[in-house]
């Protein structure tokens, strides 16, 4: 295990090492203490390494994300795994808001509760909630799973293409476009997969569906006239 | 207190009044936070509660009157993380009711619409519940008062805020990042206010 003082050598030496990791590298555990709320703690990695934050981290942590796990033992703030790629994030607290915009790969795994405009724009990426999901989560999702053990806030899936939600607990209210769903075997396959690698003992069978009614994005030909 | 503010004017109209009331003083300057804190010798001040702010001007002049907090009455003032659109209509509307504002600075606006609401006989929570309907736009504020503080976030919530709360205080910061030096922030409830929401904390 390397361990790596952020308080003491500062960001940009953090992520010369972390970058310096090939396809190959030996040293695949890494161990960076005081974070403090740094912003862009491990952003960019891309080597099949382990690297646990002790402590909660600021904006943009793990974004862009290729192959690495990341874990955060603390809470994570704004826009926590952007963009991120393959690889995992597993935030033990709770996660700030628009966690994993616009990702195209790989898990991100919440144990408490994510703020407002979860997985806005994701593009691939499934993320798990143990807890509560806020407002306006996965506006604009275009693909990937967002699976809620708690409830989610208002407004979920706004103007949503492909991304599929899971949803256990209440949901506040549906964004447009977004409707309840029906629970096929597969999609019980998929969620069990799911819950399974998130390290979370939820029933499948408990959890409703909710996706595009594809209403909003296909062009109606009756709406021809209007342009 | 209308006299005063009056005498003042005509005597030295150079003067600008930051704040009145017997508990909360407001200190305000351009230039590095470090020097403005030194100048006025903030780490000497003591008291139950304080906010620091520092501004990103967007819609008004970097200038000390449009440095935030904005004071809202006695023993009150309010600090802005965001940007009011319709800050020139509320402008002209509380103009006509009476409330003068001083400069082009949106969030003074959004003071001097509280201190309306209040002189009409709302409560500061009330005033700011009010606020939600009317200022149009996106915002985090907190509103200092003579024995607290209390935060609201617009509908939507773009703004960021965050709370850490244990059994010896309170605190609000726009990032986790500016709580960090706080004595047992590791054990400390952190949490996100919830959109639309008014929160107050008293002693």
Request: charged share 20%.
């Amino acid at each position: 295990m390397q361990t790596f003082d952020l308080g003491e050598k500062g960001l940009r030496a953090m992520h010369e090492e972390l970058h310096a990791q090939t396809q190959s590298t030996n040293e695949t555990a890494w161990e960076i203490v005081n974070p403090k709320g740094s912003h862009a703690i491990a952003v960019g990695l891309d080597a099949p390494i382990e690297v646990t934050v002790r402590g909660s981290t600021g904006y943009y942590c793990g974004g862009m994300n290729k192959q690495a796990t990341i874990n955060i033992d603390g809470s994570a703030g704004p826009g926590t795994g952007e963009n991120m790629m393959s690889g995992k994030i597993i935030i033990e607290g709770d996660a700030s808001q628009y966690l994993g915009a616009t990702a195209h790969g790989g898990l991100i795994v919440v144990k408490g509760n994510a703020a407002s405009r979860c997985g806005i724009s994701m593009k691939g990426v499934d993320i798990v909630v143990h807890g509560n999901v806020g407002h306006m989560s996965a506006f604009m999702g275009q693909s990937g799973n967002l699976v809620v053990c708690g409830d989610a806030g208002e407004a979920l899936g706004d103007s949503c293409y492909e991304a599929r939600f899971f949803v256990r607990g209440e949901v506040k209210s549906l964004g447009a476009d977004c409707e309840k769903k029906e629970m096929r075997p597969e999609h019980i396959e998929l969620l069990k997969g799911l819950l399974e690698e998130a390290g979370c003992d939820a029933r499948p069978e408990d959890f409703t569906r909710y996706g595009s009614a594809r209403q909003l994005y296909n062009f109606d030909i009756d709406n021809a006239g209007a342009y | 207190m209308q006299e005063a503010r009056a005498a003042l004017k005509e005597m030295r109209p150079e003067t600008r009044v930051m704040s009145a009331g017997e508990a909360i003083e407001i200190y305000k300057e351009v230039g590095l936070p470090g020097d403005v804190a030194e100048r006025f010798d903030i780490p000497q001040l003591t008291g139950s509660h304080g906010i620091g702010h520092t501004r990103m001007a967007t819609e008004s002049a970097v200038t000390t009157l449009g440095a935030h907090p904005f004071s809202t009455g006695a023993d009150q003032c309010l600090v802005h993380n965001g940007s009011l659109s319709n800050h020139n209509s509320l402008r002209r509307t509380l103009a006509r009711e009476g409330v003068m504002t001083e400069t082009e600075n949106d969030t003074e606006v959004a003071a001097a619409y509280l201190t309306w609401k209040m002189q009409n006989g709302h409560s500061l929570g009330e005033a700011l519940e009010a606020g939600i309907d009317d200022l149009d736009g996106f915002y985090t504020f907190v509103v200092g008062t003579k024995d607290g503080f209390g935060v609201v976030r617009d509908p939507i919530a773009c703004k960021p805020a965050v709370m850490a709360e244990t059994d010896q205080y309170v605190a609000f910061g726009s990032e986790y990042r500016a709580l960090v030096s706080l004595p047992g922030i590791e054990a400390a409830r952190v949490w996100e206010p919830e959109p639309a929401t008014v929160y107050f904390w008293k002693h």
